[in-house]
């Protein structure tokens, strides 16, 4: 989408006044749909519609050795791609650079111990551990993708069944593993302090968040900024532009505030699912 | 993995012998004890000490412009060359584009480096291309595309923040034109503990927290000397709003240390290039 | 003017020096640039060591690593050679897969390795069948300005002869591995192979260790590699052919800089 001069101040006019061309204020989200465990095959999956942005994510986990310079931790691996359907701009590989970008961001907002803990999914130490495959796929793009990236990879963690481990047979080099029969048996992971990322845009002399495609065009730059309970665990900037310090702190600070709702929100929601519900006559 | 027929290619599985090292080596644990303890680093700097710079320009003969920076142990080369046409594409752009790749040499850290970029040298082109985007005047070459290669030879930490500065060098010696001086400066987080250019080592001490609910982690800036504009802030780990605050204000700082240098070393340079244009 | 006669008509202005008996840097036909070798700054690798030839810089970096042997050939270790020629040294190369003069290069300096027989692959063996070294000694190419393969060789030996590895205890019935990383050994280099290049220009002037205009404007290149004073390999990949008694000349030449190539080295070392 390309806008003409005339329409882009509309847009800037619309943020000065506090009031965006859909009619929001500049802290507000548009309506978002969420719904989780909609892939079968997956241990954990989520669906995340932000207006027009359409985020299916899906969790896999396999066994696997851990890292040697890290020997008490599982592993957590974020692919992203970007389908040719999201939006013209993927085809070909249009959407290669942003899916990097997304999914290291991911991964180093997810780094930190504190935000999500790995040492819980080693199984033997140095031996065999859970390696979980987060896979994310993007079927519309409707601008603001990290944030909608952010929310539905934290809502299929929540929704992920680890296998629980009946026990562990050592003999020599061979490590052999018996997981529960019982399909239920699970454990859940916990991802209360997993990292809600927010992108905070300055548009004009003002900042917004969860902007629109027609306003990101407008943007001078903008700030990720991903939140795990009252740290940042990440902040990544993107754009074209450079920002000025103290409006890089105050965007800081609107993304942290702005971030906590967020997280407050869904967890909320994701509450509200009933967990393991029974489903289908062979229960 | 598919079989790399391009290279010659070792055995499948070898290891590091550092695994296996004898001597019990200080934890890094206890070795923020000691430097929170003697408030003195382990190369006698104070926190908000950066190393000594040495920079050097037109290292590689057959590019347009490079530089080569050495923080202490730290060596980082970066080459520019001439634009040419943005490959793959299309329409006809308004605005030049920047290509930046970051890589690691294979022997550069103590793990091995594979010869294919991996996701951190991915993640690390993209900053470099975010920190260098907003300084070059891009509307001066349409259509073109300026490339800036990096190649860290010796790992010590701060590689990232050093690579941007001597591509920002890098890029004033090949005479793409630009709207400012770039700096750059790494900072590590454990803690109360603020470690500017960080090394390898306090890196590492900076990337695991201590105890639950500290401050711990690596942040990197670029800054616009004359406009005071950040152009690229990253952060990583798991750091409160007034710690960014006040890491924000020692970054702002020290980068603003480093332009003396380069202000300097550039000046030396134009004089140099008009004398020799005198003497032919 | 001259720079546009230059880019216009390279080879022309390339026989008017050459007519003179003079290059245009400043050299006569037989004349080596200066070389430079620096070894040891990298101490991330096991050894390091960097080579000058004229503008021409490579790097060289050994990394030591842990293996088992292979089953048919218990007592040996393993040496990868790879050099990279990098985006970065040269506006030739493009990122992504090695190029082919990558490639080709990269081969030509496991031959010579392999031939010339300076490292002993039975020397890298901790335990027969069990364990044994892996090294991988990897160039990368900073500047690209001809005689590269020259350059390398060089700085292979100033990295071989510098190169520590630990003392590694194995004790086979626990499998057990525990390293010595104070005690340090240095590797057995049984021999200084040196590499020489030379160009042919026009079918019949050759020029003596050539820049990279040099190199692309010539006719064919030849590389020379003496070890000690045994001829250990000739590659000489196409381009026009030369006489017995040019062949001949070039080889004798590549022999008496031998010597001073080996001085250069253990000066270094």
Known sequence: ?283 | MPVDHKRINGPDETYPYSLYAKTNKQSLNEKHEDIKRTGQRSDSRTFLEHRKIFIKTGVVSQAKGSAYIELENTKVIVSVFDPREIPNRPDYSLKGEIYCEFKYAPFSCNKRRLHIQDTEEKQYSAIMKQALESTVCSHEFPNFQVDIYAMVLHNDGSCLSAAITAAGLALAHAGVPMYDIITSVSLGIQQDNLFIDPTNEEQSICLYPRTLDTDHGNVIISKLHMHNQISQFYQSGNISLEKINEAIGILDKTCEELVPVIQKYLVKHVIRNLKDREAK | MAEQYKSLHPIKYYRDYLAHGIRPDGREFNKFRPILLNVGSIDTADGSAIAKVGNTTVVCGIKAELCKPKPDAPKCGFLVPNLELPPLCSPKFRPGPPSDQAQVLTQLIADIIENSKCIDLNDLCIFQDKLVWCLFVDFVCLDFDGSVVDACIVSLLGALKTAKLPFVEYDPALDNIQVNMEERKHIKVHSTPVSTTFAVFDDKVILKDPTQEEENLCSGILTVVFKDDELCCVHKPGGSPLTQEELSQCIEESKERTLFIKRLIDTAV
């Open chain 1, 1 to 283: 989408m390309a806008l003409c001069e005339a329409e882009k101040t509309f847009v800037l006019h619309g943020v000065e006044e506090n009031f965006r061309v859909d009619g929001r204020e500049r802290e507000d989200y548009r309506p978002m749909e969420l719904e989780t465990d909609i892939v079968s095959h997956a241990f954990g999956s989520a669906r995340l519609r932000l207006a027009n942005t359409d985020i299916l994510v899906a969790v896999k986990i396999e066994v696997d050795v851990p890292f040697p310079e890290s020997p008490h931790q599982g592993k957590i691996e974020f692919f992203v791609d970007c389908s040719a359907n999201a939006t013209p701009d993927f085809e070909g590989r249009g959407g290669e650079d942003l899916a990097v970008t997304i999914s290291s961001t991911l991964s180093s907002a997810y780094s930190s111990s504190l935000a999500f803990d790995l040492r819980k999914l080693c199984i033997l130490h140095g031996r065999k551990c859970w390696k979980l495959y987060v896979d994310i796929l993007i079927l519309e793009c409707g601008g603001n993708l990290f944030d909608a990236v952010s929310l539905a990879v934290k809502a299929a963690l929540w929704n992920t069944q680890v296998p629980f481990v009946k026990n562990i047979n050592i003999d020599g080099n061979n490590v052999e593993i018996n997981v529960a029969d019982d399909l239920y048996a699970c454990e859940r992971l916990d991802v209360k302090k997993a990292p809600v990322m927010v992108t905070v845009c300055k548009i004009g002399d003002k900042c917004i968040v969860d902007p629109n495609a027609a306003e990101e065009q407008c943007s001078v730059g903008s700030v990720v900024v991903a939140v795990s309970g009252n740290k940042f665990s990440t902040v990544y900037q993107t754009g074209k532009g450079s920002l000025h310090p103290s409006t890089l702190i105050e965007s800081l600070k609107l993304g942290f505030e702005v971030a906590k709702r967020l997280d407050e929100a869904l967890w909320e929601t994701l509450s509200q699912i009933q967990p393991d519900q029974d489903v289908g006559f062979l229960k």
